[in-house]
Protein backbone atom coordinates (compact mmCIF):
# COMPACT_ATOMS: atom_id res chain seq x y z
CA UNK A 1 0.00 0.00 0.00
CA UNK A 2 2.97 2.49 1.12
CA UNK A 3 4.42 1.84 -2.39
CA UNK A 4 1.19 2.32 -4.48
CA UNK A 5 0.83 5.76 -2.54
CA UNK A 6 4.69 6.49 -3.30
CA UNK A 7 4.03 5.92 -6.93
CA UNK A 8 0.96 8.04 -7.09
CA UNK A 9 2.76 11.14 -5.29
CA UNK A 10 5.66 10.38 -7.69
CA UNK A 11 3.32 10.48 -10.84
CA UNK A 12 1.84 13.52 -9.58
CA UNK A 13 4.77 15.31 -8.87
CA UNK A 14 6.48 14.57 -12.53
CA UNK A 15 3.02 15.67 -13.84
CA UNK A 16 3.12 18.78 -12.03
CA UNK A 17 7.14 19.14 -13.46
CA UNK A 18 6.29 18.65 -16.73
CA UNK A 19 2.68 20.50 -16.81
CA UNK A 20 4.37 23.70 -15.80
CA UNK A 21 7.73 23.73 -18.29
CA UNK A 22 4.90 23.09 -20.89
CA UNK A 23 2.57 25.98 -19.90
CA UNK A 24 2.31 29.00 -22.84
CA UNK A 25 1.06 32.73 -21.86
CA UNK A 26 -1.44 33.21 -24.39
CA UNK A 27 -3.75 35.99 -24.65
CA UNK A 28 -6.69 34.16 -23.97
CA UNK A 29 -8.87 34.71 -20.59
CA UNK A 30 -6.50 32.36 -18.81
CA UNK A 31 -7.04 31.21 -15.16
CA UNK A 32 -3.36 30.77 -13.57
CA UNK A 33 -4.07 32.20 -10.16
CA UNK A 34 -5.93 31.43 -7.17
CA UNK A 35 -6.91 35.03 -4.61
CA UNK A 36 -7.58 35.15 -1.46
CA UNK A 37 -10.09 38.30 -1.92
CA UNK A 38 -11.27 39.52 -4.59
CA UNK A 39 -9.09 42.47 -5.58
CA UNK A 40 -5.60 43.06 -6.98
CA UNK A 41 -3.70 43.37 -3.87
CA UNK A 42 -4.98 40.23 -2.80
CA UNK A 43 -2.44 37.28 -1.98
CA UNK A 44 -2.03 34.59 -4.42
CA UNK A 45 -3.45 31.32 -2.68
CA UNK A 46 -2.40 29.16 -5.39
CA UNK A 47 -1.23 28.60 -9.15
CA UNK A 48 -2.87 26.76 -11.10
CA UNK A 49 -0.44 24.31 -13.37
CA UNK A 50 -2.93 23.83 -16.22
CA UNK A 51 -4.19 25.71 -18.67
CA UNK A 52 -7.96 27.03 -18.38
CA UNK A 53 -9.05 28.95 -20.60
CA UNK A 54 -12.67 30.62 -20.82
CA UNK A 55 -14.04 30.43 -24.52
CA UNK A 56 -17.28 31.80 -24.27
CA UNK A 57 -20.16 32.31 -21.78
CA UNK A 58 -24.12 31.99 -23.08
CA UNK A 59 -26.40 34.59 -23.81
CA UNK A 60 -28.03 33.67 -20.33
CA UNK A 61 -24.17 34.08 -18.15
CA UNK A 62 -25.13 30.86 -16.74
CA UNK A 63 -23.47 28.43 -18.79
CA UNK A 64 -19.24 28.92 -19.81
CA UNK A 65 -17.51 26.89 -22.37
CA UNK A 66 -14.00 26.19 -20.86
CA UNK A 67 -11.24 24.24 -22.24
CA UNK A 68 -8.71 22.83 -20.37
CA UNK A 69 -5.24 21.51 -21.26
CA UNK A 70 -2.44 19.92 -19.08
CA UNK A 71 0.64 17.74 -20.05
CA UNK A 72 1.38 14.00 -18.56
CA UNK A 73 4.90 13.47 -19.80
CA UNK A 74 5.01 14.15 -23.72
CA UNK A 75 1.24 13.61 -24.06
CA UNK A 76 -0.94 16.92 -24.16
CA UNK A 77 -4.22 16.19 -22.70
CA UNK A 78 -7.41 18.53 -24.01
CA UNK A 79 -10.63 18.76 -22.58
CA UNK A 80 -13.23 21.25 -23.35
CA UNK A 81 -16.71 21.85 -22.40
CA UNK A 82 -19.28 23.76 -21.08
CA UNK A 83 -19.39 24.86 -17.25
CA UNK A 84 -22.73 25.24 -15.20
CA UNK A 85 -21.81 28.12 -12.79
CA UNK A 86 -25.29 30.52 -12.07
CA UNK A 87 -24.01 33.75 -12.40
CA UNK A 88 -26.40 35.14 -14.53
CA UNK A 89 -29.28 33.82 -12.16
CA UNK A 90 -27.49 35.35 -8.65
CA UNK A 91 -26.63 39.03 -10.46
CA UNK A 92 -30.46 38.88 -11.46
CA UNK A 93 -31.75 38.05 -8.02
CA UNK A 94 -29.44 40.52 -6.60
CA UNK A 95 -31.14 43.45 -9.06
CA UNK A 96 -34.01 42.14 -8.25
CA UNK A 97 -33.31 42.50 -3.98
CA UNK A 98 -31.72 46.32 -4.69
CA UNK A 99 -34.93 47.34 -6.85
CA UNK A 100 -36.84 46.18 -3.49
CA UNK A 101 -35.07 47.87 -0.86
CA UNK A 102 -34.81 50.95 -3.32
CA UNK A 103 -38.62 51.02 -3.37
CA UNK A 104 -39.01 50.78 0.41
CA UNK A 105 -36.45 53.41 0.98
CA UNK A 106 -38.44 55.97 -1.47
Same mark, same amino acid.
Given at each position: ??????????????????????????N??? /???? $???????? =??????? @?? +?????????????? /???? $???G???? =??????? @?? +?????????????????V??
Amino acid at each position: MRAIKSILIAILLVTAIFSLSYAKDDNDLA /VKEL $FSDPSKDS =KVVFQIP @ID +VKLQEISEDANWYK /VSIK $FYIGPMEI =KNTGWAY @IP +VGKILAQRETEKNKIANVVE
